[in-house]
């Protein structure tokens, strides 16, 4: 038994499933005991649009100087703007000290509930630009 939910394919374990991939199409046949008996093509489409806003390097390298001077991260631990501040190993109070620090170093306030939507060193920078694009207009 074979089901499809959007571009992914489950199998039962009876069944073997052949792909072969040509010019961005993807080819499913669905075996049963040796004999093909479904063939499907398929085009992977992307399930969904994202629109991000990049912020400046040199932000993301101020907050990245930031968070691992806050955190004392090792300098062979990379942060990086994908770097997610729980995983650097950060708790609710230190996610609060590094948003103080923040506001101190840039010269901005940052309301409570933009500080609970930053959860990565690019969501601090993204934020910072903006206010800080907000406060020189």
Same mark, same amino acid.
């Given at each position: 038994?074979?089901?499809?939910?959007?571009?992914?394919?489950?199998?039962?374990?009876?069944?073997?499933?052949?792909?072969?991939?040509?010019?961005?199409?993807?080819?499913?046949?669905?075996?049963?005991?040796?004999?093909?008996?479904?063939?499907?093509?398929?085009?992977?489409?992307?399930?969904?649009?994202?629109?991000?806003? @990049?912020?400046?390097?040199? +932000? %993301?390298?101020?907050?990245? !100087?930031?968070?691992? #001077?806050?955190?004392?991260?090792? $300098?062979?631990?990379?942060?990086?703007?994908?770097?997610?501040?729980?995983?650097?190993?950060?708790?609710?109070?230190?996610?609060?000290?590094?948003?103080?620090?923040?506001?101190?170093?840039?010269?901005?306030?940052?309301?409570?509930?933009? @500080?609970?939507?930053?959860? +990565? %060193?690019?969501?601090?920078? !993204?934020?910072?630009? #903006?206010?800080?694009?907000?406060? $020189?207009?």
């Amino acid at each position: 038994m074979a089901s499809l939910a959007g571009s992914s394919i489950s199998m039962q374990p009876r069944h073997a499933l052949a792909t072969s991939r040509v010019s961005g199409l993807k080819l499913v046949s669905f075996m049963n005991q040796g004999r093909s008996s479904l063939s499907y093509g398929l085009r992977l489409m992307p399930s969904r649009l994202r629109i991000s806003c @990049a912020a400046k390097p040199e +932000t %993301v390298d101020k907050v990245c !100087e930031i968070v691992r #001077k806050q955190l004392a991260v090792p $300098s062979e631990k990379p942060v990086t703007g994908d770097s997610k501040f729980a995983e650097l190993g950060a708790d609710s109070l230190d996610t609060v000290e590094i948003v103080m620090g923040l506001e101190e170093e840039f010269g901005i306030t940052v309301e409570e509930d933009n @500080a609970q939507n930053i959860s +990565t %060193v690019l969501d601090a920078a !993204e934020l910072i630009d #903006k206010l800080c694009g907000e406060k $020189s207009a």
